[in-house]
């Protein structure tokens, strides 16, 4: 069974500071892909980040960034110059041969 | 493009009575899902269906039926309502073929069972 685990229920940071929010997770496949997904207020599911695991190089998404870690089964999001509008819960999630898995969440909260 | 639409947005329903969410998706997409979203649990996987014409059981599927009603329909149902299915609902769907792809996602109905 594939599991994520985010080990931070809560974080904050500082306005235009940079966080990085923790994932792990676990698989017997090789062939899957690893998402960031953030859930503002509305509610409303926004896919931010995605890496497909044969790529080595890291994604990348404007301010947001991850640390793909194979062998480790890690996958952290970084968020550099934090915005008021990044106040959010964000998810991890794991694909492969079965549908999407997701961990608890991490409730970030960005302080002006 | 209007993508994944859900409804009701809201709902409240009292022990034992039933009612249907709808969930339609505009993308052409094979895959469609229904989560449920529980405060510090994530969203846990109810019922998916690959492809039209296929259904399967997620993590938590008690108390839960769907149907696929066509490529672009996928309903989920509760026979008889309980207060541990209070919770958020979402609707999602992706893909041209299989899982390895992101999922888009509904705005979510937030259904009370009293």
């Known amino acids: 069974a594939q599991t994520v685990t985010q080990s931070q229920p809560e974080m904050s940071v500082q306005e235009a500071e940079t966080v990085t929010l923790s994932c792990t997770y676990d698989?017997?496949?090789?062939?899957?892909?690893l998402f960031w997904y953030k859930q503002p207020p509305s509610r409303q599911m926004i896919l931010v980040i995605r890496?497909?695991?044969?790529?080595?190089q890291n994604a990348t998404e404007n301010r947001f960034s991850v640390n793909f870690q194979k062998a480790a089964k890690s996958f952290s999001l970084k968020i550099s110059d934090s915005q008021l509008g990044d106040t959010a819960m964000y998810f991890c999630?794991?694909?492969?041969?079965?549908?999407?898995?997701f961990g608890k969440g991490t409730r970030l909260s960005v302080i002006a | 493009n209007a993508g994944v639409t859900q409804t009701p947005k809201f709902q409240v329903l009292k022990t034992g009575q039933s009612m249907t969410l709808q969930c339609a998706q505009d993308?052409?997409?094979?895959?469609m899902y229904w989560y449920r979203q529980d405060p510090g649990m994530g969203l846990r996987l109810i019922y998916y269906?690959?492809?039209?014409?296929?259904?399967d059981k997620g993590e938590v599927p008690n108390g839960y039926n769907v149907s696929r009603l066509n490529k672009r329909e996928f309903s989920l149902r509760l026979e008889s309502a309980a207060p541990s299915q209070t919770s958020v609902y979402f609707c999602?769907?992706?893909?041209?073929?299989?899982?390895?792809?992101?999922?888009?996602f509904g705005q979510g109905t937030r259904l009370t069972v009293v």
């Open positions: 999602a769907s992706s893909g041209r073929q299989g899982f390895n792809t992101e999922a888009f």
């Open positions: 698989t017997s496949e090789n062939n899957y892909y």
């Open positions: 890496q497909e695991a044969y790529k080595q």
């Open positions: 999630a794991l694909s492969g041969n079965t549908p999407l898995v």
């Open positions: 993308m052409n997409h094979n895959s």
């Open positions: 269906s690959a492809s039209e014409g296929t259904t």
